[in-house]
């Protein structure tokens, strides 16, 4: 096996969506997880097993295709910031509204009295 390779459990919200998935350290502050289906860039996961438990969040995917040079897999982060910064904290598509309202990707037309 390769050096800084484990096997980690990943859940999200409390799911379990991988089960002793191969996660290979990429850096001090990053790694990549092998699953046959990652999780959206953004999404904020939690990485568990062989001395680890932190939460992370996926910065970049590689989908499976039968001409990729890598397997299927999410890279993570648990950098502070990156785990901060998400433009969508919510993962249901709302844009939160100045007034406390939020619209579901909707545009709002004005509508003219005719003039």
Request: glycine share 12%; proline share 5%.
């Amino acid at each position: 096996m390769g050096e800084g390779v484990v096997f980690v459990d990943v859940t999200y919200h409390g799911l379990r969506v991988a089960q002793r998935a191969r996660f290979q350290l990429a850096a001090e502050d990053s790694g990549f997880v092998e699953t046959e289906a990652p999780l959206p860039v953004g999404t904020t996961l939690r990485l568990e097993g062989e001395g680890m438990n932190r939460e992370a969040r996926v910065i970049s995917i590689v989908e499976q295709e039968s001409s990729a040079k890598s397997p299927p897999g999410m890279l993570v982060s648990w950098k502070t910031e990156t785990l901060q910064a998400s433009p969508d904290q919510s993962g249901d598509g709302t844009i939160p509204e100045e007034d406390g309202h939020s619209k579901k990707g909707r545009r709002s037309r004005k509508r003219s009295n005719g003039r």
